[in-house]
């Protein structure tokens, strides 16, 4: 009989999630990462962006035509094929200003299309995580924290794409930052948030661009403002925990807000 005891190796998983990110980002698999209990694993696919250079960098605001381009085929289409080749439960697409600039019809035509090389995997992403989100939680009052590399027509057409679900938006906007990944503290974020977007006394607030660090000051900023606060990581982490069969995962998590004790509408996108 064998007396060997094997150390935790990865292999047994609750779930593992699929995420496809920006070349360049290492932001969404950082925090999923983060929040995601031991035994749910996170695997990227990367997909060029052509506002991004090497390192990281980026123009202080995005150009839109390579927002615009990353959802386009084949380049999108080619990376989630290879990903849902893997034995994942679910996929994550973690790109916001795609959803911005294709609008609810434009985004839902991207699933309809990304939807005949999955496999049958479940597949979401950061607005539609974040229409979930909402609506588990109650809320109609919203305010968008959008990155200050994102212009004030994205930011717009952010606050129109959640006005067309049904969302009062009292807030939108690029936050005061400065417009480099590498410079966006905790403390920096969660000072904008309580001097400029807490007035408006919104039921949640949602920090938008998948890009941002903002995971960490979710519960701080919560206890201290009242309001349920959602980030693009958080919330597209949350949603593919639930379409991947692992609502219990997404209970156990604590520290990264009130929603993951929600459950999504229907479970579903």
């Known amino acids: 009989m064998s007396t060997i005891r094997a150390q935790q190796d990865g292999w047994e998983a609750r779930a593992r999630i699929g995420l496809v990110v920006p070349h360049a980002d290492v932001g969404p698999e950082s925090e999923f990462q983060a929040i995601a209990p031991e035994d749910v694993f996170v695997h990227g696919s990367r997909v060029h962006f052509g506002a991004m ?16 381009a990353f959802v386009e085929p084949p380049h999108i289409d080619d990376a989630v094929e290879l990903l849902a080749a893997s034995p994942l439960d679910a996929i994550a697409l973690g790109f916001t200003s795609s959803a911005y600039v294709l609008g609810a019809a434009g985004e839902k035509d991207l699933f309809a299309r990304l939807a005949r ?15 979930a989100g909402f609506t588990a939680l109650g ?23 959640f006005t067309e679900q049904g969302f ?3 807030h939108h906007g690029p936050c005061g930052l400065p417009s480099n990944q590498k410079l966006i503290t ?3 974020l969660s000072e904008w948030i309580r001097t400029t977007v807490a007035g408006h006394r919104p039921d949640a607030v949602l920090v938008a661009g998948n890009g941002i660090r903002a995971v960490g000051v979710i519960d701080a900023l919560e206890q201290e403002l ?11 982490f949350w949603h593919a925990l639930h379409l991947a069969g692992a609502a219990g995962a997404a209970r156990g998590i604590t520290g990264y807000g009130r929603l993951f004790a929600a459950e999504p509408p229907g479970g579903t996108a």
Do not use: C
Request: glycine share 14%.
């Open 53 to 68: 250079r090497a390192g990281g960098e980026m123009d202080p605001k995005i150009p839109h035509d390579p927002v615009r």
């Open 117 to 131: 090389v999955t496999r049958g995997l479940p597949l979401t992403g950061t607005t539609t995580a974040a229409v």
């Open 139 to 161: 809320t109609g009052r919203i305010a968008l924290v959008n990155p200050p590399w994102f212009d004030d027509r994205l930011s717009g057409l952010g606050a129109g794409y």
């Open 168 to 170: 009062d938006v009292v």
């Open 186 to 188: 905790p403390g920096a």
């Open 226 to 236: 009242g309001f349920a606060v959602l980030t693009a990581n958080q919330v597209l």
